[in-house]
């Protein structure tokens, strides 16, 4: 006993050392950190008085201290940015679901405006703009050198006013422009449709409407399709829908989960991480969902995308996600000004950041491009006069099978005449219902 106290009173000497050795050093090197900072904000000072005094054109004051808390913050990574009253109420109104401009949304790279996503219904999609496009001139001005709030700035106008924008796209060898007259950008956050016996949730966007229209729109598609027994599943739409709303992506995923994480967010300190968890229940009620996600889907749509294939809820079908794994915070500064500043980064519940990397697909499906110039050939023409045993002349008739039979088969052969016309509409989708369609035809039948 006296062995283990002697050396218990021997490890406190020793830190008392060694602190009182290495206290001096740190103190001083702080004090010389603080006054090399000091140093800096007088050098800023003494620039800002000699632009006022010698600059070649009288200067606005204000505009040239926001430009230097723009700067300050737009150089730590592209989404931390200074919000002039005016940027701040624009915020507030999108995350409510209606505002005005082009409907895009754009981040930008090596100093190139570059769209994440077009929104649906806005004149931006209507124009043909596509995820991965880059916007590299606005009305013949070069957007090259400006910050990304600059070109944003470029981008908006009067409702009903036209713009021409410069678009560089992948594939296509040339530059081109298009027109795009501005318009009020009215979100609705989640459209629905039954397709066969399965439910197609689009969701637009993460504003604070989306998961209350999610759980509405759910049970009235239930509801046409003549209940949840005549549904085999569900498809969860997140393509180009560029995020919004931490909370209502925790919200949406927590609406398909009965329990486990949904998200984590890690900080600059271990102490401001957070946890989302699942609360039981689920709107699915178990039936199979697959996601759809392709390079139009960030931030919010990926955390959605992530949690329900991390807990094997989902299959995420189509091409990698953007890879926006950062969280924003937005903080109130004085004259109704805000700051969006990085505060954490946050990972799918397998531990998964995925900044930079996006979300693989558990299955890739590339949407075909289709050349609206491009002519039928014969052999598309000849496909649509295929001929059957029952078009020739005075072929017998099946004599086997009921009316009642004849209607359910008549009946089955239309849902896949609708299911290949989906495919020559939106390939990715017609994919999606595909799979629900086969894991039903897989089930037990109870």
């Known amino acids: 006993m006296k062995k283990f106290a002697m050396a218990a009173v021997g490890g406190v000497l020793l830190g008392a050392v060694a602190t009182t050795q290495v206290a001096g050093p740190l103190v001083a090197q702080e004090a010389q950190s603080n006054a090399s900072v000091y140093e800096q904000l007088d050098l800023f000072g003494d620039i800002f008085e000699?632009?006022?005094?010698?600059?070649?054109?009288?200067?606005?004051?204000?505009?040239?201290?926001?430009?230097?808390?723009?700067?300050?913050?737009?150089?730590?990574?592209?989404?931390?940015?200074?919000?002039?009253?005016?940027?701040?109420?624009?915020?507030?109104?999108?995350?409510?679901?209606?505002?005005?401009?082009?409907?895009?949304?754009?981040?930008?790279?090596?100093?190139?405006?570059?769209?994440?996503?077009?929104?649906?219904?806005?004149?931006?999609?209507?124009?043909?703009?596509?995820?991965?496009?880059?916007?590299?001139?606005v009305d013949g001005e070069n957007l090259l050198g400006l910050t990304l709030d600059e070109a944003v700035e470029l981008m908006r106008g009067p409702v009903g006013s036209e713009i021409l924008i410069t678009v560089v796209r992948e594939g296509v060898d040339q530059p081109f422009d298009v027109s795009i007259i501005r318009d009020t950008i009215k979100l609705t956050a989640v459209r629905s449709r039954v397709e066969g016996e399965t439910v197609v949730l689009r969701l637009v966007t993460f504003s604070d409407q989306t998961y209350p229209s999610l759980e509405e729109q759910l049970a009235e598609q239930v509801a046409e399709a003549g209940g949840m027994d005549n549904v085999n599943g569900f498809v969860i739409d997140l393509r180009n829908n560029p995020g919004g709303l931490l909370n209502q992506a925790i919200a949406v995923s927590d609406a398909f989960l009965d329990a486990g994480e949904i998200t984590s967010t890690r900080g600059r300190d271990a102490s401001d991480g957070q946890r989302w968890n699942a609360r039981e229940g689920d709107l699915a009620e178990g039936k199979p969902i697959v996601v759809l996600i392709n390079g139009?889907?960030?931030?919010?749509?990926?955390?959605?995308?992530?949690?329900?294939?991390?807990?094997?809820?989902?299959?995420?079908?189509?091409?990698?996600?953007?890879?926006?794994?950062?969280?924003?915070?937005?903080?109130?500064?004085?004259?109704?000004?805000?700051m969006r500043l990085t505060t954490a980064r946050y990972y799918t519940p397998s531990g998964r950041s995925i900044q930079a990397l996006g979300i693989s697909p558990n299955i890739i499906v590339e949407q075909p491009r289709r050349d609206p110039n491009a002519e039928a050939t014969e052999e598309d023409e000849d496909a649509g006069f295929i001929r059957s045993e029952a078009d020739l002349r005075g072929s017998l008739e099946n004599d086997s099978l009921s009316e009642d039979e004849i209607e359910q088969i008549e009946a089955d052969r239309a849902r896949a005449e609708d299911a290949a016309a989906l495919r020559e509409e939106d390939y990715q989708l017609a994919y999606a219902i595909d799979i629900l369609k086969g894991l039903s035809a897989l089930a037990p039948q109870q």
């Open 296 to 338: 139009g889907s960030a931030s919010a749509s990926e955390i959605v995308a992530g949690a329900l294939q991390d807990h094997q809820r989902a299959i995420v079908v189509g091409t990698n996600s953007f890879g926006k794994g950062s969280v924003q915070t937005v903080m109130p500064l004085r004259g109704d000004s805000a």
């Open 50 to 137: 000699r632009i006022r005094a010698q600059y070649v054109e009288e200067v606005d004051e204000a505009a040239l201290i926001e430009a230097a808390i723009d700067g300050m913050l737009t150089s730590l990574d592209p989404h931390s940015s200074y919000l002039s009253p005016e940027d701040a109420a624009d915020m507030r109104e999108a995350t409510r679901g209606e505002f005005g401009g082009l409907g895009i949304e754009v981040t930008q790279e090596e100093g190139f405006v570059k769209v994440v996503s077009p929104i649906d219904g806005t004149p931006a999609s209507e124009a043909g703009i596509e995820a991965g496009d880059f916007i590299t001139a």
